[in-house]
T-cell receptor
Framework: DSGVTQTPKHLITATGQRVTLRCSPR?????VYWYQQSLDQGLQFLIQ???????AKGNILERFSAQQFPDLHSELNLSSLELGDSALYFC?????????????FGPGTRLTVL | DAKTTQPPSMDCAEGRAANLPCNHS???????VYWYRQIHSQGPQYIIH???NNETNEMASLIITEDRKSSTLILPHATLRDTAVYYC??????????????FGKGTRLHILP
């Protein structure tokens, strides 16, 4: 157990819909990262927040957005969903804004778009 | 952005040392070598990282060549629970705003009973 929690574990929805994925970082971690993992693309970095501010941006689509709240939990919003958005979405956290120093990953949310 | 090359898969007998290679011939002087692993459908797990010197922790050892163009992750006594995809990544620790983290496809390690 990494200490990072994600909800929901599974999500099934239809094309065109909007969903929100939630992440609670480990206690004391200020930085939150979001990743997408699909079968054909591997693990892709989407976005990072540090202490409420966007810190780094990866391959995040314009239909996706994220935010980090004052209590440090984060939400990833996915809108106008397409079949290709079906994937595992991971959240990770770390103490510092340094992206690679021991990020702790959550169990993931499996999104299925039908 | 230094790219890494890893073999797509490897087998190792249980109880033996698993040696996972990674080539990073274009690594820059300020880039670290990081290793993560991902057990089926779970979140990736940090293993170890290093800059120049060899590193060891409770999970593994990291051997970096003197020219830093390649490295080897060593799991000293592999168990069935070490079956996973292992990712080698080279990056600076603090990214610029528009940097992209690339995990690549990694090496799928099979531990054989």
């Amino acid at each position: 157990d990494s200490g990072v929690t994600q909800t929901p574990k599974h999500l099934i929805t239809a094309t065109g819909q909007r969903v929100t994925l939630r992440c609670s970082p480990r206690s004391g971690d200020l930085s939150v990262y979001w990743y997408q993992q699909s079968l054909d693309q591997g693990l892709q970095f989407l976005i990072q927040y540090y202490n409420g501010e966007e810190r780094a941006k990866g391959n995040i689509l314009e239909r996706f957005s994220a935010q980090q709240f004052p209590d440090l939990h984060s939400e990833l919003n996915l809108s106008s969903l397409e079949l290709g958005d079906s994937a595992l979405y991971f959240c990770a956290s770390s103490v510092t804004p340094s992206l690679y120093n021991e990020q702790f990953f959550g169990p993931g949310t499996r999104l299925t778009v039908l | 952005d230094a790219k890494t090359t890893q073999p797509p898969s490897m087998d190792c007998a249980e109880g033996r040392a698993a040696n996972l290679p990674c080539n990073h011939s274009t690594i820059s002087g300020n880039e670290y070598v990081y290793w993560y692993r991902q057990i089926h459908s779970q979140g990736p797990q940090y293993i170890i990282h290093g800059l120049k010197n060899n590193e060891t922790n409770e999970m593994a050892s990291l051997i970096i060549t003197e020219d830093r163009k390649s490295s080897t992750l060593i799991l000293p006594h592999a168990t069935l629970r070490d079956t996973a995809v292992y990712y080698c990544i080279v990056r600076v620790t603090i990214l610029n705003r528009d940097d992209k983290i690339i995990f690549g496809k990694g090496t799928r390690l099979h531990i054989l009973p």
